[in-house]
Every structure is written in C-alpha cells, then in structure tokens.
C-alpha cells in the first residue's frame, strides 16, 4: 500500500511538473534565460520465448531539462516500467552542469557512466536499433560488468585537433560494492569444483534473463551510500578520426570491500574499448551502422572464501545496422536490417558461472525519425553444467519526443 | 587451453579482428575532411546528430526548445562550444 501510494504521489508531482515545463517551453523565447525542454521516450513489447508464455511490457522515460543562463544546466531522467507485477519507478540519472569553459563542462549527481558508450548515449529506446539491450551493460541485461550510472563528480569536453576530435571524462564516485556470501558455509576438504556444483545446485531459481545479479563475487552498482571512504576513478578517451568514426578507451579503479571488513582492500579494474562508425554509402544506397563495446573486468582474488578464486569477467557486442534510406521506394528506405553479437563470460569457480552468448537478428521499420516498430529474434546459447538454446521474438513500439 | 577460454578467445578475436578489418577499409575509403572550424552548421548537424540517432527535423522545435536540447547534446554527445552553437544557428534559420 505504501508503495502504491509513493508512486500514486510521485507520477502527481511528475504530470504537475510536466504540465508546468510544457507551458514554459511552449512559452520559451531566445530571450529567456531560463529555459525548459519536456523530452523522453516511451515504448510496449511484445515477447514471446521458444516454450515460454508471451507477455506485453512497456515503458515510460520522461527527460526534464532546464537551461539557466549560460553556464548552469540541469537534466534528469525518470523511468516507470511495468514489471513483476506493479510498476517500477527509478531515478535514471540527475545531474547538474556548470560550463567551465569551451572545453571543460564539470558535472556533479547521478550521471550516465562515460565509459558505458551504450548506455551514455544509445539506450532509449528510440535510438537503440534493437528492442533489447547487450549483455553487461545493465542490470536488465543479466549480470552487468559496467555501471549504467555514477553517482560523483565528472569533468567532461571535447576539443577539435585540426580535422579530428578529441573526447575525454574523467570522473570520481561512490563506485561499486563487492557482492559477498552472508555466512560462508563449506565442507572441509571440498574441492574448488565440488563447492561451485554444491553451490550452485542450492541456487535458488535464477530470475528474469536467467541472472542472479547479487551473486557472490560480482557487482552491485546501485551504490547509493558508500560502503568505504575510497572512491572509484575512471576516464574515458575517445578519439574521431573523421567525424563517422569514434573510437574510445576507459578505465575505472575501485576499491570494493566494505570498510574495515577482512575485503576492505580489494579493488576492482575494468577496461572498456568501443567503437562507432556510422556512414552514408552511395554504392550500398543506404546508411551503414557499426557499434561495439567490450568489457574487462577484474576483481582482486581474496585469500578467504567464498571468493578465493581468479575473478576474471568479460562481456561485448558487436552490432551491425544497415538502411537503405537512398533507395527511391518509400517502403523499402524506411527499412533496416540488424544484426548483434553479445556475450557475457564470468569466472568459471565462481557460484554464479553462467556464460552466455547470443545472435538477433532484428527487422525496423521507422514511422517517423523518432518513431519505430522493431522485430528481432533472438538465439541464446547458456552454457552452465550443460549447453542449453534458447529463442525468443520480440516486438517493439517506440516513441522518442 | 579449455572450452571456455577457447570460446572466449574465437569470439573476442572474431570480433575484434572483424572491427579492425573494417576500420582500416572504412579509414583508407574516406576522402580527407574539412578543418572543424571551416565546417558550416548544416554540415555538423548532418555529422554529429546522426551518428548516435536519425536526424530529427528543426521543425520539430522552437528556438528556445532547440537551445536546451543542443545544451543536452553538448554533454551527452561530447560536442564542442563551437559545433553546439553552429548547430544551433542553423536549427534557428532552418525551423
């Protein structure tokens, strides 16, 4: 009941607040100097799993966004999404920016991570060319090796060398915290491999995309009040040859363990490497989209269990999109094509081991540039004591505004 | 090597091989580009917004709209002082 009334309270305070940023935009003039812009997308699914039953979903992400002078901006991103039987409410990001310089933005609250390309700037739903999301990116995409956002401080800007460009952020934050095991209980003179097949045929049954995110030894992201006074860091490099092409680099370092705990001193490093290449090809008569984005992820090897082992994960995507938008027939130049590779490896010792791997194969058609309706198919291999297949269709409606 | 270090090392190498190889056929494609400062708004509308999502119309905004959301773009697709406000000249003239 509370819950309900909490959401109740919050979509009141949301439409009052839309209601008064859609007067004042429509109402904006260059001469303001405080300006509001009401954005976002929305979107319904359609799913249906090889033996599974089908089910509609759907979801609503209103971005409020509000200029103040010349230097001082705002932006924040709600997220209300159908699921497990009521409806999900989330604080995406919020983040205040303070233009330094031409070249130099500082930014402070709870922002996009720099260093998840995907999730910084092709998330929407609109954008995303498929109607789900790679593997380690998120938490709604199983287990994720990257946060979706910080909660901190970043420096962030962009500055042209001749014909190039050059993209960097750098940031501090709350970082990550270490899943751990409440009571580590183990038989004696167990081995490595029978205490990872004892623990995981006591698993209770794996949920939603088949995870259990808050397995021991891997990540929780969601870290709202630090468990230590040591900071993450992290930074991002990304470089643009021409302007079609980004090629990017990060790297973030945290300390993990909770404070004066026996893991106050592991640190985790992840390294990411990313690329987008987007471009207009006269031979092909269409657009060409190439994304990709991998993982690294390594978390120091405790002495005691249950995470004495070498904690190693990976995870990427490849994506490849294709448009025929210089093709004269209007039905066939609102069409695209993709097709996307992800994977998600994690440490074979560790309780949760899954290690995934997937095509899709996806189909768009684009109503409008900010409107589509997307089918893909989907073949998951999941590799656990034994290789299973899974497929699943999806449909999706998309809005962007 | 095990099963699992095989599989990772195939589809990482297949992966990294296969951007590699159109990255260099992308890059020797490409006729040399304009020096940033000489390109015009419409030029940098075209280039940047399309790189992350389809272009959306000027018409879809007003002026003051437009100038929030460049702002947006400024932080989230990395543009520069000089690309957001190009960009922006142009989207007031074309809208």
């Given at each position: 009941m509370k819950d309900q009334l909490k959401i109740f309270l919050l979509s009141l305070f949301i439409t009052a607040f839309a209601s008064n940023a859609i007067y004042a935009q429509s109402q904006s003039t260059d001469k303001q100097s405080n300006k509001f812009l009401l954005s976002g997308y929305g979107f319904t699914n359609f799913e249906k799993a090889q033996d599974g039953i089908s089910s509609f979903s759907s979801g609503f992400s209103p971005i409020i966004l509000w200029k103040s002078g010349e230097r001082l901006f705002f932006e924040s991103e709600f997220e209300f999404e159908l699921e497990d039987g009521g409806t999900q409410v989330g604080l995406e990001y919020a983040q205040l920016f303070y233009t330094v310089t031409d070249n130099v933005l500082f930014g402070v609250g709870k922002f996009l991570n720099p260093n998840n390309l995907f999730m910084e700037r092709l998330h929407p739903t609109w954008i995303n060319k498929l109607p789900n999301i790679p593997f380690g990116v998120s938490g709604h995409g199983g287990v994720p090796l990257l946060a979706t956002t910080q909660l901190g401080a970043q420096l962030k800007g962009a500055f042209p060398v001749q014909s190039t460009k050059i993209i960097y952020a750098v940031y501090v934050s709350n970082g990550p915290v270490l899943n751990v095991e409440e009571e580590a209980d183990h038989t004696e003179g167990e081995t490595p491999l029978e205490k990872k097949n004892r623990i995981q045929d006591a698993a209770p049954e794996d949920e939603g995309d088949g995870h259990d995110a808050a397995a021991p030894g891997t990540l929780n992201f969601n870290n709202f009040q630090d468990n230590n006074n040591n900071k993450a860091f992290g930074a991002r490099i990304g470089f643009l040859p021409f302007p079609q092409l980004e090629i990017g680099i990060g790297l973030e370092i945290a300390n993990v363990g909770t404070e004066d705990s026996h893991l106050a001193d592991l640190q985790s490093s992840m390294q990411v490497f990313d690329l987008s290449y987007t471009r207009d090809s006269g031979i092909l008569k269409g657009q060409l989209d190439v994304r990709g984005q991998f993982v690294w992820l390594n978390i120091d090897q405790s002495d005691e269990e249950p995470l004495n082992y070498k904690n190693e994960s990976r995870s990427g995507y490849g994506q490849l999109a294709y448009r025929p938008v210089k093709i004269e027939n209007s039905l066939l130049k609102n069409l695209e094509f993709v097709f996307r590779y992800d994977y998600l490896d994690l440490p074979?010792?560790?309780?949760?081991?899954t290690d995934l791997n997937r095509t899709t194969y996806g189909v768009n058609y684009w109503l409008a540039p900010n409107s589509a309706v997307k089918f893909a198919f989907q073949n998951k291999t999941i590799k656990e004591h034994e290789e299973e297949t899974e497929t699943l269709f999806i449909t999706q409606f998309t809005l962007g505004f | 090597m095990n099963d699992k270090t095989k599989r990772y090392v195939n589809g990482s190498a297949l992966f990294i091989g296969g951007m590699l190889i159109f990255l260099v056929l992308s890059i020797i494609g490409c006729a040399p580009t304009v020096p940033q400062e000489q390109k015009t708004g419409a030029m940098l509308w075209g280039e940047n917004c399309n790189r992350c999502h389809n272009i959306r119309t000027p018409s879809e905004f007003n002026d003051g709209q437009w100038e929030v959301a460049m702002t947006h773009m400024r932080t989230r697709g990395n543009l520069t002082a000089n690309e957001s406000k190009k960009i922006l000249e142009f989207l007031k003239i074309a809208n």
């Open positions: 074979e010792l560790a309780e949760l081991n | -």
